[in-house]
């Protein structure tokens, strides 16, 4: 079974920064995408960031400028840097993949368990 193993989340200052990783267990085979969701409470799950095995990448608007993902496939993990930090940010960011990614949209089949990132206002 796929297991992604999140870490780097916690508490930053607004302008900050924190780097967010996500390593893939349990397949011999590179995943085809990976990405990133966040939410809050109350608010509607984001889609921040995914990035294919050729490195392709995409943001949501909220975050273009200020985040970058990245992977390194020899290790199936996935990296969401995130600086100049906002109160808007805060949310569960849940690290997660797409196995059978080959374009189009992406629907992710593995999801990690989610880790708090807060900004205070």
């Known amino acids: 079974q796929v297991q992604l193993v999140e870490s780097g989340g916690g508490w930053v200052q607004p302008g900050g920064s924190l780097r967010l990783s996500c390593a893939a267990s349990?397949?011999?085979?590179?995943?085809?995408?990976m990405g990133w969701y966040r939410q809050a409470p109350g608010k509607q799950r984001e889609l921040v960031a995914t990035i294919t095995e050729g490195g392709s990448t995409d943001y949501a608007d909220s975050v273009k400028g200020r985040f970058a993902i990245s992977r390194d496939n020899a290790k199936n993990t996935v990296y969401l840097q995130m600086n100049m930090m906002e109160p808007e940010d805060t949310a569960v960011y849940y690290c997660n993949a797409d196995s059978t990614y080959h374009g189009g949209s992406y629907d992710p089949d593995y999801w990690g368990q989610g880790t708090q990132v807060t900004v205070p206002s």
């Open positions: 349990g397949t011999m085979f590179v995943l085809n995408a």
